[in-house]
């Protein structure tokens, strides 16, 4: 693994299916993040955490949960798709949570039907 | 509430020309302030400024920021087609989040 990847690239999924989102990085980077990317509205944090172990919401946080077992892995769960979480989602990390470059992973294209 | 503001919201031109990209800010307590290109997946990083008047350069690429006026530009001479991209603005603030704006969308056409 080189840098941050996600899975899967893209998912199609009907309303009320629980869907989880991976997102692995191998820089041992202390923060990592989560976003949405919609059409005319930007990045959009949805959850974040600074170290593992630790989470915070960000402005778009409802209907989605994250967890950070360890340093590497920040996984993203949607309990019951609803179609307005259709998006593209971003995983992203940074060495530490202090405005840094944030790396960014390719990508989950994600349509909710 | 923390707002970041980018213009224009998209722009043409021709190689060669030189274009600049505007963002404006308004948060509480400013920490940094990163401007981005993304082509077609994800974000990359150009530049991280945190000082006011000291110049960023990158190539063909330049960036400043002015924090009494809350705004940053960033400057691409010498446009080439490689160029197209949108162009991210992010500010962190004391909230600790990054504040994302909506992009310029460049075009450069041959």
């Known amino acids: 693994i080189a840098g941050i990847t996600q899975a899967p690239t893209s998912q199609i999924l009907a309303a009320g299916r629980r869907m989880t989102l991976r997102c692995t990085q191998d820089m041992r980077h202390n923060a990592m993040y989560w976003y949405r990317q919609d059409l005319g509205l930007g990045l959009r944090l949805i959850h974040y955490?600074?170290?593992?172990?630790?989470?915070g919401k960000g402005e778009v946080p409802d209907g989605y949960s994250v967890s950070r077992a360890n340093t590497d892995d920040f996984p993203l769960t949607l309990a019951s798709a609803v179609p307005s979480q259709t998006s593209v989602y971003f995983c992203?990390?940074?060495?530490?949570?202090?405005?840094?470059?944030?790396?960014f992973g390719p990508g989950t294209r994600l349509t909710v039907l | 509430e923390d707002k970041v503001v980018q213009s224009p919201l998209s722009l043409v031109v021709h190689e060669g020309d030189t274009v600049t990209l505007n963002c404006s800010y308004e948060v509480t307590n400013f920490r940094s302030l990163l401007w981005y290109k993304q082509e077609k997946k994800a974000p990359t990083f150009l530049f991280m400024l945190t000082s006011s008047g000291i110049e960023k350069k990158s190539g063909r690429l330049s960036s400043i920021l002015d924090k009494k006026e809350l705004f940053s530009i960033l400057n691409i001479t010498a446009t080439q087609t490689g160029d197209s991209a949108i162009y991210l603005c992010?500010?962190?603030?004391?909230?600790?989040?990054?504040?994302f704006g909506t992009g310029t969308r460049l075009k450069v056409l041959a």
């Open positions: 992203a990390s940074s060495v530490e949570f202090r405005g840094d470059e944030q790396f």
């Open positions: 955490s600074n170290t593992a172990g630790t989470t």
């Open positions: 992010a500010v962190f603030s004391g909230t600790y989040k990054y504040i």
